[in-house]
């Protein structure tokens, strides 16, 4: 999440973190409580050019079972300082994802400009998918214009990482955005007496031994059985 100097401005009358903020914690609302999320902001502790300042990236809360109150309320207490080190974050994400011995994962960045840390986020995208982790990486440009530096750049990002471009240029987009994001369906397999025995998203190939299993999935806050 981008907490960078620059979400301090306005976008329909609100400061941008505040609608990012508002935005995120509804997506988290909804989410089935056993998803596995981490936080991870820029921008929030160090000025622009002050020393350590493209080096100011934070990892809030490590990837973990989510916690929706506790997640809600680190978001509410982000402030923003700095400037916008997405390459060096997007490193840390390498970090972050071996420290939690993840398999599969999304990463979703959301920023409202381009790099300005002196690093190159194209090629930490892909130095990511090099490095064997099983991820996406899609990008959220919010109040970045349509064919600007940002945009540009914000968009190769994506394309590189495997994921999708969303521009937003306001909070209705930001949320429709965020919402198309979260909207791949994830869902669990059990066996016949409830142990877990995969999880994945649809559209995936699975190949499983015969036998009898139970499908369940998360639809709006209700988990169902099939």
């Known amino acids: 999440l981008d907490a960078s100097y620059s979400m301090l401005e306005s976008v329909g009358g609100r400061r941008k973190i505040d609608v990012a903020?508002?935005?995120?914690?509804?997506?988290?609302?909804?989410?089935?409580?056993?998803?596995?999320?981490?936080?991870?902001?820029?921008?929030?502790?160090?000025?622009?050019?002050?020393?350590?300042?493209?080096?100011?990236?934070e990892l809030m809360i490590p990837l973990s079972p989510l916690k929706k109150g506790d997640f809600i309320k680190r978001v509410e207490g982000i402030e923003c300082k700095g400037s916008t080190p997405i390459a060096w974050s997007l490193a840390r994400v390498a970090d972050d994802?071996?420290?939690?011995?993840?398999?599969?994962?999304?990463?979703?960045?959301?920023?409202?400009?381009?790099?300005?840390?002196?690093?190159?986020?194209?090629?930490?995208?892909?130095?990511?998918?090099?490095?064997?982790?099983?991820?996406?990486?899609?990008?959220?440009?919010?109040?970045?214009?349509?064919?600007?530096?940002?945009?540009?750049q914000l968009r190769e990002v994506a394309e590189v990482g495997?994921?999708?471009?969303?521009?937003?240029?306001?909070a209705e987009e930001l949320a429709r955005a965020l919402k198309g994001v979260f909207d791949v369906r994830g869902y669990r397999l059990e066996s016949g007496t409830g142990n877990l025995v995969r999880m994945g998203t649809f559209g995936d190939r699975v190949e499983l031994p015969a036998g009898a299993y139970r499908l369940v999935v998360e639809l709006e806050g209700r988990t169902v059985r099939y």
Request: glycine letters at 14%.
């Open 97 to 152: 994802l071996k420290a939690a011995e993840v398999g599969r994962a999304t990463v979703i960045l959301l920023s409202d400009g381009e790099e300005t840390g002196g690093g190159d986020p194209v090629r930490e995208a892909r130095a990511l998918l090099a490095a064997g982790f099983d991820l996406q990486v899609h990008v959220i440009g919010f109040d970045v214009g349509a064919e600007t530096l940002a945009a540009r």
């Open 162 to 170: 495997g994921g999708t471009y969303y521009p937003a240029a306001n």
């Open 21 to 57: 903020k508002g935005a995120l914690e509804r997506i988290v609302k909804g989410l089935p409580a056993n998803t596995d999320v981490a936080l991870r902001v820029y921008g929030n502790r160090v000025a622009p050019r002050e020393p350590g300042f493209e080096k100011d990236s």
